[in-house]
């Protein structure tokens, strides 16, 4: 049998084709937005700007330090996990629910308020049977767009930081929290939810659709059911920004695999791009910012290698199948779990790059992946998704891992641990062992927790090596800010919704203002004009080194696990009996 | 200072507010229904005045002559009962790919081989689709593949007393191609399927 289907190869190729193409100018005006330079959108967006700054009292010229920045990003970011705990609690009594939802429990409330205000979106509920539309829009489609904007931000600084020499100010939070909404993410996902609502993907506020059955069926209690209840909802507008945001909490508990959130292989595509565009695009940003695009191409290319490397596997395991189905008459490709519009091609491009950024929305059921193509996914959340990662958390864990590359390379030819002109010293050491290893810490000793007390074993579904896979891929997802899971596990539970939301607080926060801490540390130092002793950072020499310290990092910490999870899954189902 | 970051905290989130989840879902909604009417309402498929379905959303069929859908595991409980393809719980069986559940070559306990037997029982034979003894990732999957349609022509036609070449045609006539040549699988609308038959 055929190892691929051609389609499929055309389909992935002529996505990043478009993807790549998007980099420059996406890039180029993103770092024109944060330097407040004029622009496109400049006539329509400059005076709401003014307006927002002046109701708001902000004096858009005056930059503050780090510690400031970070206190008010934080202070922010709190108030809109308390408004979104309340707006949960209070359903019940809210507006716009015409399907009289209750609110939802404490352990729920505080998860998906969590996991919503940090760009999780990780959901132990299913958005048709819990959440109203007021829910949906006025708490979930706000946060969908501050978070990522929030994310913005830190990066902004950092790159600030490495390009301003010994000042205090690495910039204006609200000043940069407000552009990156008002230019960026706002116009992209109004246009994209217009685009959606074309193809098929619902907006509304009606009252669910009560659609009479072609042929009744036959209920498992021998009655008759001739009517199926089909959601309605505002779900185009909630969809653009999900995908756009890397956020990835689903409108309906199918998320993206539902029709009404993507129903057709060109939404699907889309939905891709959307998701991927911003994060990768942040890399031209940041060369542009930095005065040597030369430097974001090579984090650009070192991305894109281990997402494609990761892709291929996952591919080729899920388009070869599984054998114990095979035995049964049965041929084709892995579809357990897949929409047929999508097919493998469709279906793995949108798990590798909904892993591979935080975006964590899915259109296929990673839980019945083929072990080899789900274990990738589960590996590339691992890598602490940075390739290319979130928007804006992908690209500042990344530049940990740069400087962490820098300092043992250094360390190792006996040059100075320089980067873009300003010393590696200890202070940054720490910050970016702390930006890289946070979640994974996160990761181990939370799963390690589970798998010993009977509070986490008892939500696995599926038995053997793949539930050991379940409770690691939920920890992995949470810590990293992904929100996609191997759905069998039931995390609707008093431990799960506590323990994953204790993991997506640090995954977020501590990396996060690890980041503006050595965006401080940098911005102070002299600039160091590069000399014979300095170690490029912009050749394919640096770039393969690169992928060699994010994969020893990521890959050595978890070879154990994936050996016992995946690994041994894959022998089991590929093994002769 | 630390009271006027509060202050300010509060007004941005309430500007925001008004902002994104307010104006910006109204404009949206608003457009929709100008420019996309029927599209952004669900695509909903009305027959003698009343509502049938949606070209988006599967339904069940099993009886012989109606194409089947694909196994669905978006069955939930709420209607009292066991409902596949119901819409309310949308969502995949998320079963693992060594699960008995999933591939016991027990017709009885393997969600494949209970598709296997029900498809054999009724008559198809050759090797099968995998689209057709595996549930979707939404458990609403209106589609399946061509392969998938072709292997159930003989029943319906059998079933319904029809030609088999009108049966084939009606599937070339309702089949979907990929966009743009290479975006997507060739793939057939289960119910949009059904109706024509019904209407022929």
Request: cysteine-free.
């Amino acid at each position: 049998m055929q190892n691929f289907e051609i389609y499929d190869l055309i389909e992935i190729a002529v996505f990043f084709a478009v993807l790549l193409l998007l980099v420059k100018p996406l890039g180029g005006y993103m770092a024109k937005v944060f330097q407040g330079e004029k622009n496109l959108l400049s006539p329509v967006m400059r005076p709401l700007e003014r307006l927002i700054y002046r109701i708001a009292g902000i004096d858009e010229k005056k930059e503050t330090g780090w510690k400031r920045y970070a206190f008010s990003l934080l202070l922010f970011n709190f108030t809109l996990m308390v408004f979104i705990f309340l707006v949960l609690l209070l359903q019940g009594v809210l507006p716009l629910n015409p399907e009289g939802l209750p609110r939802f429990s404490l352990p729920l409330a505080f998860n998906t308020a969590v996991s919503f205000a940090t760009n999780t979106n990780w959901q132990a509920y299913s958005g048709e049977s819990t959440a109203s539309y007021f829910t949906q829009t006025v708490a979930l489609t706000l946060s969908h767009f501050i978070t990522p904007a929030i994310g913005t931000t830190v990066i902004i600084a950092l790159i600030r930081g490495i390009v301003r020499r010994t000042v205090r100010e690495i910039g204006n939070f609200w000043v940069d929290l407000t552009r990156s909404i008002l230019y960026i993410l706002l116009p992209i996902a109004l246009v994209a939810a217009i685009f959606l609502i074309s193809q098929g993907v619902i907006q509304n506020f009606s009252g669910y659709q009560a659609a009479h059955l072609v042929q009744p069926v036959t209920g498992a209690a021998g009655s008759s059911i001739s009517k199926q209840t089909i959601p309605m909802g505002p779900v185009a507008s909630f969809e653009s920004i999900k995908l756009l945001g890397t956020n990835g909490g689903g409108f309906f508990g199918a998320n993206s695999a539902h029709p009404y959130e993507n129903p057709s292989p060109l939404t699907n595509f889309i939905e891709m791009l959307l998701f991927l565009a911003i994060p990768l695009s942040l890399t031209y940003t940041f060369g542009k910012m930095v005065g040597n695009t030369r430097q974001g191409w090579a984090i650009l290319t070192a991305m894109m290698v281990i997402l494609i490397a990761s892709l291929g596997i996952m591919y080729w395991a899920e388009h070869a199948g599984n054998p114990l189905i095979h035995q049964q008459g049965v041929a084709g490709p892995n579809m357990e779990g897949k929409e047929v519009r999508f097919g493998i091609g469709g279906s793995t491009l949108f798990a590798a790059g909904t892993t591979a950024t935080s975006d964590g929305a899915v259109n296929s059921m990673h839980d019945s992946y083929t072990p080899l193509g789900g274990g990738m996914t589960l590996f590339l959340m691992l890598l602490s998704e940075v390739v290319p990662g979130g928007v804006g958390s992908g690209l500042y864990t990344m530049l940990g891992f740069v400087i962490i590359a820098v300092f043992v390379a250094g360390l190792m030819i006996g040059r100075t641990p320089e980067y873009l002109g300003k010393k590696i010293e200890v202070r940054e050491m720490w910050m970016s062992v702390i930006i890289v290893l946070t979640s994974g810490v996160s990761v181990l000793i939370f799963s390690g927790i589970a798998l010993l007390i009977s509070a986490g074993t008892s939500s696995i579904l599926n038995p053997g090596p793949h539930g050991l896979s379940e409770v690691l891929y939920a920890f992995a997802s949470g810590s990293n800010n992904n929100g996609s899971a191997f759905a069998g596990l039931n995390a609707n539970t008093s431990f799960y919704n506590f323990t994953l939301g204790a993991g997506m607080l640090l995954g977020r926060f501590v990396p996060a203002v690890a980041a503006l801490a050595m965006a401080g540390s940098l911005a102070v130092k002299k600039y160091v004009p590069p000399s014979v002793g300095t170690l490029p950072t912009d050749n394919l020499t640096f770039i393969g080194w690169l992928i060699v310290v994010v994969l020893i990092v990521g890959a050595l910490t978890f070879l154990p696990a994936l050996g016992l999870g995946p690994i041994i899954e894959h022998l089991i189902m590929t093994g002769r009996k | 200072m630390k009271l006027r970051e509060i202050k300010r905290v509060l007004l941005m989130l309430g500007i925001f507010l008004v902002l994104l989840a307010v104006i910006y879902p109204a404009v949206v909604t608003l457009v929709g229904r100008v420019a996309f009417p029927g599209k952004e309402a669900g695509s909903l498929i009305q027959k003698h005045g009343r509502v049938v379905g949606s070209s988006l959303i599967g339904q069940q069929f099993t009886s012989p002559g109606y194409f089947w859908p694909r196994p669905s595991a978006a069955a939930s409980t709420l209607l009292g009962g066991s409902m596949p393809y119901d819409p309310l719980a949308s969502g995949g069986s998320n079963l693992g790919p060594t699960n008995p559940k999933l591939v016991s070559p027990d017709p009885a306990v393997g969600e494949v081989s209970g598709a296997v037997r029900a498809l054999r029982n009724s008559g198809v034979s050759g090797p099968l689709p995998i689209d057709l003894v595996t549930s979707s990732g939404s458990g609403l999957d209106p589609d399946i593949t061509v392969e998938a349609a072709r292997a159930q022509a003989a029943r319906v036609a059998a079933a319904r007393h029809m030609p088999l070449a009108t049966v084939e045609q009606l599937i070339d006539a309702h089949t979907d191609s990929r966009w743009l040549g290479f975006i997507g699988t060739r793939r057939v609308n289960v119910l949009e399927l059904n109706l024509a038959l019904d209407a022929s």
